[in-house]
């Protein structure tokens, strides 16, 4: 039988957005320039910028061509279009997200291997990936509540709603679970980044160390730090609905049963957004 496993697929893809970042790019940069393990492509995918990041980018590539990237010019579509073409193209066995503004230490791609490699088989079929914690820059300190073991496999839902862990997560993501659901895409607007982990959270489960892998910058990057919800669009509020209506659908007893509190706010979303998509043209 011949082999269909592409062996010169890379072990990990790591995917970058770009919206404005020349600041903060250093950070990203030699985040990939330091890693110890060595076997990645990445992906870039420049938003629309407007300030000198594509002139960064491009100087780093062109001092690194033995790096295995991918660097895609768009018009500004949102982060959520970034990850969807990001996916679409990935090759690698886990996908990393690592945001322009982002630092995560040398160690961060062998860890993840490593410990993904020590799963069997079995096992590691039933996990979406890994989760692990991140440091605060200011402080140094870890960003939020530990996880309540350390290996213990778990899913996102219960992390939060269960265990109530508070603060800051990352890790690293199956590329092939990952290709089977994008990004809704709402013309105006945006699912929060919660609706991947969330729906994966029903078929699969995370393996989490209480290891800190990534420094945490409180600068504006995730999908849903976008735009506040003064500024939200009737779009985005049928996006609201949408998204807290599929929320309390999929997990409701289970909140009812742990986080009360939470299905009560999720049902005060829905009518609220409810009143602003009937109030507003």
């Known amino acids: 039988m011949i082999s269909t496993v592409d062996l010169t697929a890379p072990y990990f893809t790591v995917f970058t957005p770009i919206y404005n970042g020349a600041k903060h790019l250093s950070r990203v940069l030699k985040s990939i320039s330091d890693q110890t393990f060595r076997n990645f492509e990445w992906i870039i995918i420049n938003d629309g910028s407007t300030d000198n990041s594509a ?10 061509p033995e790096l295995d990237a991918k660097y895609i010019e768009q018009p500004n579509s949102g982060k959520h279009i970034s990850w969807n073409r990001a996916v679409q193209l990935a090759r690698g066995t886990l996908f990393v997200p690592a945001d322009a503004d982002d ?91 919660s609706y991947l982990w969330y729906h994966f959270s029903r078929k699969y489960k995370v393996i989490c160390y209480n290891k800190p892998l990534r420094r945490y910058y409180t600068t ?45 706010n999720n049902w005060k979303v829905i009518f609220g957004s409810l009143k602003r998509i009937l109030t507003t043209r």
């Open 103 to 193: 630092y995560f230490f040398p160690e961060t791609l062998k860890f993840f291997h490593d410990k993904w490699e020590e799963i069997t088989p079995g096992v590691r079929h039933g996990l979406s990936g890994i989760n692990v914690l991140c440091l605060d820059n200011d402080t140094d300190r870890i960003v939020g509540t530990l996880f309540p073991e350390d290996g213990m496999i778990t899913n996102n839902v219960e992390l939060e709603f269960g265990y109530k862990l508070k603060g800051e997560k990352w890790g690293c993501i199956r590329v092939d679970i990952l290709k089977t659901r994008l990004f809704p895409v709402v013309k105006g607007s945006h699912f929060p980044e």
């Open 220 to 264: 504006d990057s995730g999908i849903t730090q976008s735009a506040s919800r003064s500024r939200q669009t009737r779009s985005q509020h049928l996006v609201n609905l949408r998204y807290y209506l599929w929320l309390n659908s999929a997990f409701g007893l289970y909140l009812l049963r742990h986080s009360p509190e939470s299905y009560i």
């Open 55 to 64: 002139d960064i980018i491009k100087q780093y590539l062109g001092d690194h």
